[in-house]
């Protein structure tokens, strides 16, 4: 019976270290997959007889057994690409996707962040796995539900001007020139300056602003666009949209602003715009210093600075995702908006998850169910974009294991082979 059991031993660590090779050729062999953690193979001993009844007789061994395979979660280093879309996680948690894997249709959990953005805009994993997240709603604040994250294809509407603010010097020691004409602005003005303002439907029309001197430290300005641009004008002939006064301090500070009418009839656009042109801090319009926009000092007349909130209609043009896994928007026209936000789960016990392939896992009974969140909360990872997180396996290790496997598989063989000559002397007794 001894040298029987000796065969049988011999047998179950041959099996026991050939499945630990595949363990270990299963780690080379996904050294360069994305997100991939390697796995180690843990061996128990097994008994040769049953431990009830046992009392103090002596346990004798049957051999080794392969108990499971555990997955090793070190984080892997991290590889910058050139892809805003190439996400990795720095820390705990997992990517969710949804799809279909293996004919089971669901949420998957991956840490491989090889995603792009398809012909329907959405985010999606190389096999077509939905990246899930929360959309931003249209007020700019963030969702709740889980879902697909669609961050192409989408479109800004065009916004009309309302506020144009500008910062100009205009020179004190102009002289007051011819009055003012509408038909002759130029020879009839001091200084020029010129503003792109938007109308209902995202034209861009081109307004200059003149300024006239009128007296000590006054000025008037008047802002022209040219006739074709308006409703009933006539092109080629400059016409007033709106116009005001503004009067400065012996300092050169501005002390009042006083805009008069402001009316713009853009052409096919909603009529009557009104557009707001602020120069500053005025002193007493503003209650301000007067020197954080407009000033008058012995200076050649500039622009210093200018703005508007109008806009033309765009579309996605790019996305950028923060640490946190929003998603914003860069459009075509300048804008940039939150499109939303990428999940992140994490689980009681990573050790419980059941890998699916793909790179994929479930979550199972012994994992507990995903919690599901952003990133860098509730112990959750950051999001690194442009970057992707690689396998954790290490050739050396995998190479010293694999070595050690094939010694324990010669030295069973051996016993294997000693335990047959055994049994072959046990036949030639009788001989």
Known sequence: MSILRSLNTGASGLRAHSEAMSVTSDNLANVNTVGYKRS?????????????????????????????????????????????????????????VNGNAGGTPGNFFTRAGQFHIDNAGKLVNSDGFDLQGYTSNVDGTMGSTLGDLTVGGGTVPANATTQSDLAINLDSNSTVPAAWDPANPDSTSNFSTGVTVYDSLGNARQTTLYFRKTGSNSWEWHAMVDGGELTGGTAGTPTEGASGTLTFTTDGALDTETPGASTWNFVDATPGQTIAFDFGDAITTDGGTGLAGSTQFAAASTTNGLSQDGYGAGAVAGISVASDGEITGVFTNGQRRVLGQVAVADFESVAGLERAGQNLWTETQASGQALIGGAESGGRGAIVSGALEQSNVDIGTEFVNLITYQRGFQANSRVITTADEMYNELVNLKR
């Open 40 to 96: 180690r193979a843990v061996f128990e001993d097994i008994l040769g007889r049953s431990i009830a009844g046992a009392g103090n007789v002596p346990q004798a061994g049957a051999g080794s057994a392969l108990a499971h395979i555990e997955q090793m979660w070190s984080q892997g280093a991290l590889l910058t690409t050139d892809s805003p879309t190439d996400l990795a996680l720095s820390g705990d948690g997992f990517f969710v």
